[in-house]
């Protein structure tokens, strides 16, 4: 037998703020992903061209991409929301310039 749990609006708002962090951890680590990415290109790059990779320069993060997986859809660039698949792919791209030694 199922029953139905009815929530309080403290309890609906605190449900809705923890999915919000739980969102937004996703993305912090993402974007820890997507850094630590483009640093090992830019060492691969260094050591490759006999350079060394010195500090970096800026960085910036462009937007998040949301689309359903395996789909052919395309990139937005305001970024894309697909809303209607369950099963979604999500992409953030990070530009990072590095200094050369």
């Given at each position: 037998m199922l029953k139905?749990?009815?929530?309080?609006?403290?309890?609906?708002?605190?449900?809705?703020?923890?999915?919000?962090?739980?969102?937004?951890?996703?993305?912090?680590?993402?974007?820890?992903?997507?850094?630590?990415?483009?640093?090992n290109r830019a060492e691969t790059m260094a050591k490759n061209g006999k350079g060394k990779l010195g500090g970096m320069g800026d960085s910036s993060m462009g937007v998040f991409q949301i689309i359903a997986q395996n789909s052919s859809e395309d990139y937005s660039w305001g970024g894309s929301y697909n809303t209607t698949s369950k099963l979604k792919t999500a992409t953030i791209t990070v530009k990072s310039r590095y200094q050369l030694k």
């Open positions: 139905a749990q009815i929530l309080s609006k403290e309890e609906q708002n605190l449900l809705k703020d923890e999915q919000l962090l739980g969102k937004i951890q996703q993305q912090i680590e993402m974007l820890a992903e997507a850094s630590n990415d483009a640093y």
